[in-house]
């Protein structure tokens, strides 16, 4: 039988070990994290054409049951405007829309149906280069192990080693001068109704909030950053930090973005784009 090295185990790499098995190709995939970061990162919304995606391999019924349906984006400008709103992607034939998960819950659940179907998953195993034989490919680990497969699949995310050591003159991914900031708050009222995102071009930063059906206010912000801020420098930021810059940026906006973030008992995160 045919097989595989996906390597990454985040979102897309379960996801290409299901299409895989259903084209008769085994994997094993390959995640760089000794546990796979289960609880690292914010929310992001998934399209409904990922939900489409998603359908192609039978796996968007579990994905369906997490987070929220926010099929519609309302924009606002910092004096308080309001600008207009737009479909936050199409509607499929049976009604499906774009859902807001939360990272970690749309990571585990697409990993544990994956293991469920039968896909292993190997943590800890950071691929650093991989060299073609005449039939099958040997990917080297940073641990010092090797892996030979058939097929080496690259799903490590926009920053791909795997990239790099198929083509080392793809270029490679380009910093946008912007941070982002996602987390949850709680107690705030504000004029978001179920399923539709807000988001305001404010004088200094970018805010967008929606109401999950708990009640909860999910929340992201892009202060502007010229240039790329180091993991050490991101990681080394406080809650405190975050929230002081954030209500800077925000204090001469007329949103809700002071209230919410001020709500937001953290902690507060930032990374790069
Ligand atoms: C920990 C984490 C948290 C995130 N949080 C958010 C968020 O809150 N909001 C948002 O919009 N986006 C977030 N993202 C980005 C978002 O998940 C992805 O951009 C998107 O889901 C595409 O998925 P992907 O599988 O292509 O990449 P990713 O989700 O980035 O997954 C790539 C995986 O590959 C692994 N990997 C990287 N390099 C190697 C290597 N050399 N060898 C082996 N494995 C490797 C990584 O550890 C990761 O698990 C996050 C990504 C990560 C990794």
């Not at 009604?95 to 998953?121: F, K, M, P, Q, Y």
């Not at 090797?146 to 995310?157: A, I, Q």
């Not at 920053?159 to 987390?183: E, H, K, Q």
Request: contains cysteine; positive net charge.
């Amino acid at each position: 039988m045919t097989t595989a090295m996906i390597i990454g185990g985040g979102v897309a790499g379960p996801v290409a070990a299901m299409a895989l098995q259903r084209a008769g190709i085994d994997s094993v995939i390959h995640e760089a994290h000794p546990g796979g970061a289960e609880d690292v990162g914010a929310f992001l919304t998934l399209q409904s054409n990922g939900m489409d995606a998603l359908r192609a391999v039978d796996a968007h019924r579990v994905v369906a049951q997490l987070g929220f349906p926010t099929p519609v984006m309302r924009f606002y400008s910092g004096t308080g405007r309001y600008l207009g709103a737009v479909p936050n992607g199409g509607t499929l034939p049976d009604g499906t829309v774009s859902h807001t998960v939360r990272r970690a819950d749309l990571h585990r659940a697409l990993r544990d149906e994956a293991l469920r179907r039968g896909v292993r998953i190997e943590y800890g195993k950071r691929l650093v280069d991989a060299q073609p034989g005449p039939s099958m490919v040997t990917a080297t680990f940073a641990d010092g192990s090797r892996s030979t497969g058939d097929l080496l699949v690259g799903c490590d995310g926009i920053r791909s080693r795997t990239r790099r050591v198929i083509d080392p003159s793809a270029p490679p991914a380009r910093y946008v001068p912007v941070l982002n900031i996602g987390a949850y708050a709680r107690g705030v009222s504000t004029s978001a109704r179920p399923g539709e995102y807000c988001m305001v071009f404010g004088r200094r930063a970018f805010f967008g909030w929606a109401v999950a059906p708990s009640g909860e206010t999910w929340w992201f912000a892009n202060p502007p950053r010229r240039d790329e801020p180091t993991e050490q420098e991101l990681a080394a930021t406080t809650s405190e930090q975050w929230r002081s810059m954030l209500l800077g940026l925000f204090a001469k906006d007329r949103s809700p973005a002071v209230e919410i973030t001020d709500a937001t008992p953290g902690p507060l995160r930032g990374w790069a784009t």
